[in-house]
């Protein structure tokens, strides 16, 4: 059997026959990996103790038909003996792991930022460095935010005030953030300033520095016992979310499976069109009709703060959204994201991983909002080596959304101009062998038609964030009259304000396709 290698942090185990284990592991390369440890229940067991959970391990792993086999396994860090003697510890890390398990849904796939959170809070733990239920709450407000589902703490999000000390405040789970005293709902609970606070500070995960956890920057800090824990921190739950358990209240929001995610809760607006104030009055017949985004600079965004490439990617999702919320307000029909290039396969094969299960997640997930606000969902590029997986979650939101006429988001997955354009000419090939046309009877229309979606317009309008001034390789054919517009920002630092400053660009622009205006 292949072997491979890797570290991970055992987040539950489950009795198997009379000996053996059936381990769910967090791992750093592979992700969630569940794997027999044979003979680990036996008294002479040569690894029994390291495969407890909420050890960290170096592993040796076989894979197999159904579940993988722990060949060898070495301590790294046993932080199980510190929780396991503190009865809250014990039950925090219980509360951590169970929504690790949770969140990373789909095995052997990397979940990097979660690992490395996972290790943080089982660390924190073991060396009591702050109150377990502190830890507890702020891994699992962290873990959630990771995964997508980060509270607004900063805006009201029914009307986006601005929060202020000086006003009274509501919080709503199903909102998914504050509310000021004029937007309250009946679930909405009311929330003192220093409660807000704190759960940015919890959410921060960094509430002793002064200054920080505020949502306005402007208080002198958070308050903090002897400790430098915020008074009270394990009352968060009771104090936020109206129950007597805080950490089962912030375990059944993370135990959201993707199909009942509210999308009101994600940091992007609830409405495309919801506030109407700020969207700027475009002359309708001068808008792009097209628009295609090249969403770049992903990766040094996160370079820059010191983390890992994916999570420039995640700190892309809200801005996608959006981008296709800006575009609607604007008034573009068809908007071409390009999401991941035929060229992009020779990147590291953990964030291949990475981009694939991500991209297959965001369609998931975010279908029925895409579905609400009028979204066509449309797909461009090639189907050999992009994931079944990817391909089945495209093709179901294409037959969800096929009837929706506000606008067509075309996802453009394992896409490539030039391989778009061969494609195109193998099929016109296969045509003239097949006697259906001539060969000396090939056009420009004719090539247009056998391309990916031949039923969308050329494109008017590219997009190109991070600075670079290249195409690269995207929509040569559909783009060749189009405007080209290389704004300074990265990706991550986008949405709809670069997308509205690029089409007023457009706007004034002297289009003459090689003529000359008389």
């Known amino acids: 059997?292949?072997?491979?290698?890797?570290?991970?942090?055992?987040?539950?185990?489950?009795?198997?026959?009379?000996?053996?284990?059936?381990?769910?592991?967090?791992?750093?390369?592979?992700?969630?990996?569940?794997?027999?440890?044979?003979?680990?229940?036996?008294?002479?067991?040569?690894?029994?103790?390291?495969?407890?959970?909420?050890?960290?391990?170096?592993?040796?792993?076989?894979?197999?038909?159904?579940?993988?086999?722990?060949?060898?396994?070495?301590?790294?860090?046993?932080?199980?003996?510190?929780?396991?003697?503190?009865?809250?510890?014990y039950t925090a890390a219980n509360v951590i792991c169970e929504p690790a398990d949770n969140l990373v849904a789909t095995e052997k796939e990397p979940a990097v930022a979660q690992y490395r959170l996972v290790l943080g809070a089982l660390n924190a733990l073991a060396k009591h460095a702050h109150e377990p239920s502190t830890i507890g709450d702020s891994y699992v407000?962290?873990?959630?935010?990771?995964?997508?589902?980060?509270?607004?703490?900063?805006?009201?999000?029914?009307?986006?005030?601005?929060?202020?000390?000086?006003?009274?405040?509501?919080?709503?789970?199903?909102?998914?953030?504050?509310?000021?005293?004029?937007?309250?709902?009946?679930?909405?609970?009311?929330?003192?300033?220093?409660?807000?606070?704190?759960?940015?500070?919890?959410v921060d995960g960094d509430w002793g520095e002064p200054g920080r956890g505020c949502p306005t920057g402007r208080c002198s800090g958070v308050r903090v016992d002897s400790t430098g824990n915020p008074p009270n921190s394990g009352r968060m739950g009771r104090i936020l979310f109206g129950t007597a358990d805080s950490f089962h209240a912030l375990a059944r929001l993370a135990g959201m499976a993707f199909e009942n995610v509210d999308y009101k809760s994600l940091d992007i607006p609830a409405a495309p069109f919801s506030d109407p104030s700020i969207i700027p009055d475009f002359p309708k017949n001068k808008v792009p009709r097209h628009v295609g985004v090249i969403m770049d600079g992903n990766g040094r965004w996160a370079q820059q703060r010191g983390l890992i490439r994916t999570d420039g990617h995640q700190a892309a999702e809200p801005v996608v959204f959006d981008t296709i919320a800006g575009a609607i307000e604007a008034g573009v029909r068809y908007l071409s994201l390009y999401t991941f290039s035929t060229e992009n396969w020779k990147r590291s094969p953990q964030e291949v991983r990475f981009l694939m299960g991500f991209s297959r997640d965001i369609i998931h997930r975010r279908v029925d909002q895409m579905n609400e606000w009028g979204v066509r969902v449309r797909w461009s590029g090639r189907r050999p080596k992009l994931w079944k997986s990817v391909i089945d979650e495209l093709e179901k939101a294409q037959e969800r959304t096929k009837n929706n006429t506000t606008i067509d988001v075309v996802f453009c997955l394992n896409y490539g101009g030039r391989a778009e354009i061969a494609d195109a000419c193998a099929a016109i090939a296969r045509e003239v062998r097949d006697g259906k046309i001539s060969g000396d009877r090939v056009t420009e229309k004719m090539i247009a038609e056998h391309l990916y979606n031949p039923d969308i317009p050329d494109c008017d309008l590219v997009i190109r964030t991070s600075g670079e001034q290249r195409t690269s390789n995207f929509l040569p054919w559909e783009a060749a009259y189009a405007e080209l517009d290389f704004v300074p920002e990265l990706f991550p630092d986008c949405g709809r304000d670069v997308l509205w400053r690029s089409i007023d660009h457009y706007i004034h622009r002297d289009r003459r396709f090689g003529g000359v205006k008389k």
């Open 1 to 89: 059997m292949p072997l491979y290698q890797d570290e991970g942090v055992v987040l539950r185990t489950a009795k198997l026959g009379e000996a053996d284990r059936i381990l769910t592991l967090l791992t750093r390369d592979h992700g969630k990996v569940r794997a027999v440890a044979k003979g680990v229940r036996r008294t002479k067991s040569r690894f029994g103790g390291r495969l407890e959970p909420f050890m960290r391990v170096a592993l040796l792993i076989a894979e197999g038909r159904s579940l993988d086999v722990v060949s060898q396994a070495e301590s790294i860090a046993a932080y199980a003996g510190p929780i396991c003697a503190d009865f809250q510890a």
């Open 141 to 202: 407000l962290r873990a959630l935010a990771i995964a997508g589902w980060t509270p607004r703490l900063r805006v009201c999000v029914v009307c986006g005030e601005p929060i202020s000390s000086t006003l009274s405040w509501y919080f709503s789970i199903p909102a998914g953030g504050l509310m000021c005293a004029a937007d309250p709902t009946p679930e909405s609970e009311a929330v003192s300033w220093d409660a807000i606070c704190r759960l940015s500070a919890l």
